[in-house]
């Protein structure tokens, strides 16, 4: 989890940067960053309140959870780069995405 709250936290840096130097009102991916980082906190929060009760739903709630910090960290980290760098990244982000489908899948 600090692993995760590093890289969380390094990415809305860099996502902030980026809008603060480009515009003054906020690109469209930085709603789907917003959405996400929501997503991954209200996860977690119910994720911990039903634990006891419902250990299977929380274990995939969490899950839920660290795919949309991944997502979020995609969406800060390629938001100021080019074109091409962004391609490599979201495919990067596909492979890893099949990887673990597969794995646990098998």
């Known amino acids: ?3 995760i709250a590093f890289c969380l ?3 809305t840096q860099i996502a902030i940067l980026s809008a603060q130097s480009s515009e003054s009102h906020f ?12 997503v991954v906190f209200s996860s977690l929060a119910v994720s911990k309140l039903i634990c006891a ?7 995939l709630l969490e899950k839920i959870a660290i795919f949309f910090v991944a997502t979020a960290f995609f969406l800060a980290i390629t938001n100021a780069i080019p ?13 890893s995405f099949l990887a673990i489908l597969i794995c646990n899948r098998y």
């Open 27 to 38: 690109h469209p991916v930085f709603h789907m960053f917003f959405f996400a980082i929501t």
């Open 1 to 3: 989890m600090v692993i």
């Open 9 to 11: 936290e390094a990415s």
């Open 83 to 95: 074109l091409w760098l962004k391609c490599i990244c979201w495919t990067i982000y596909s492979i």
């Open 53 to 59: 009760m419902h250990p299977v739903a929380a274990k």
